[in-house]
């Protein structure tokens, strides 16, 4: 790729420039305090605005948090967001209480050398999401107007064809943050040559959500193993009683096709946790997959199937992860999440944590980041990076 980095920008120096940073600070949020459960992407922009900063920048940084629907909602505010950056960075950091109106323009003409402003949610202006690129366009304008350079460190949306992402850098100078750079390096060796035996371990809840990954990656895997909800449309393929856990009926043709043209590449469970009702606290046991009772549902790969997993894996040289194995938000039904992640760990492997809620499956279960060789934050980014689409986020660096 012919992509400008930050190194690059560093080197013409950026002292007492305004640098626009677009990074990806899109945390869950406790729905009852309003605390952040899970810094993770706040930390991964770090080494960028840390290294502008030490460069005497004026670091703007603009992101957007969870999906408000183009108007300010005070639920999706990134104010509990500047103040824990400010914690990591060590500074305050100024919070402007809008994006593009009277307090980012006084807050951004405000900055001194070296300091940080973050801009309210993006996603409050209609124009960030637009369709029509006039109305994103002019939305495009007015965040371009608070820089003289532009980097993107948000990977979790350069799949996404928005204003910050894809227009601003059609209007100023443009390079690559450090985690993007990091990020598409990774996923590259993915694409490209993987040492092999390569292993993919795909869960989360819908084979619809990942189908097409699945058709990408079967002819260049060795071994696929599918767990989560998806697996019991998998498992109705082949003719079994899936009780009433999660089944999409459409896709059960289509399930059915992909085990035939997997050539025994697909490895499904042979054993679940099924249980009495979707909560934490449901009387649940472990069957056999061709003994799953009519009444109840799965929430879990069984021990069994964690014991083939980790085989599986124990023999990979490359392995991607993407999608929990089980309800792991529930201590009842987080064994086999906790199982496979712990399976990957220990394999002589160079491991890619697929972002989403493996990523957040990876801090909750308190399992050690840095014993997997990369833990990606964007997880539809990072999928469709495998699926060989045109990130629209990387489209626009590269012009």
């Known amino acids: ?63 957007h948090l969870g999906r408000p ?15 824990r950056l400010g914690e990591l960075l060590g500074a305050p950091v100024h919070f402007a209480t809008d994006t593009v109106g009277d307090s980012a323009r006084s807050t951004v003409a405000g900055l001194a050398d070296g300091q940080v402003a973050l801009l309210e949610n993006l996603r409050f202006n209609a124009g960030e999401t637009s369709k029509d690129d006039a109305e994103r366009g002019a939305f ?15 990977f979790g949306a350069v799949h996404r064809k928005h204003a910050s992402v894809y227009d601003v850098p059609a209007r100023l100078p443009h390079v690559a943050g450090r985690l993007v750079l990091r990020e598409v390096e990774v996923l ?20 619809s959500d990942k189908l097409a990954v699945i058709e990408a990656l079967l002819p260049t895997v060795d071994r696929l193993l599918i ?22 009926k459409e896709m059960v043709e289509t399930c059915g ?15 679940v946790v099924v249980a009495d009702a979707f909560a934490p606290d449901a009387a649940h046991d472990t069957v056999r997959v061709d003994g799953i009772p009519s ?26 992860w993407n999608g929990p194995m089980g309800v792991f938000e529930m201590p009842a039904f987080a064994a086999g999440t906790r199982g496979v992640a712990e399976a990957i760990t220990k394999a ?46 990387i489209a626009a660096l590269e012009n």
């Open 140 to 154: 495009a304008d007015q965040l371009a107007a608070f820089g003289d350079a532009y980097v993107d460190d948000a």
């Open 348 to 393: 002589d492997a160079f491991s890619v944590v697929g972002g989403g809620d493996s990523a957040a499956a990876v801090r909750a279960l308190g399992l050690d980041e840095s014993s997997f060789g990369h833990i990606s934050t964007g997880g539809g980014a990072s999928l469709e990076y495998l699926e060989g689409k045109t990130l629209p986020g």
């Open 188 to 207: 590259s060796k993915l694409t490209g040559d993987p040492e092999r035996p390569y292993v993919v371990v795909l869960g989360g809840s819908k084979v």
């Open 69 to 83: 629907k183009g108007t300010p909602d005070p639920q999706f505010s990134l104010s509990p967001v500047a103040g």
């Open 295 to 320: 009444h109840r549902l799965g929430l879990d790969i069984g021990p069994e199937t964690v014991a083939g997993f980790a085989a599986a894996l124990s023999q990979a040289k490359t392995v991607f």
């Open 227 to 248: 767990g989560g909800g998806m697996c019991f449309t998998f498992l109705k393929a082949q003719g079994l009683e899936v009780g009433t856990s999660l089944l999409e």
């Open 257 to 271: 096709n992909l085990l035939e043209r997997s050539g025994g590449k697909i490895m499904l469970p042979v054993d």
């Open 1 to 63: 790729m012919s992509i400008r980095t930050l190194d690059d920008l560093l080197a013409e120096g950026v002292s007492g420039r305004r640098v626009l940073v677009r990074a990806d600070l899109n945390v869950p949020l406790d729905k009852q305090t309003g605390d952040i459960t899970d810094d993770g992407r706040i930390r991964a922009v770090l080494p960028t605005l840390g290294a502008l900063v030490e460069a005497g920048a004026k670091v703007v940084v603009c992101s």
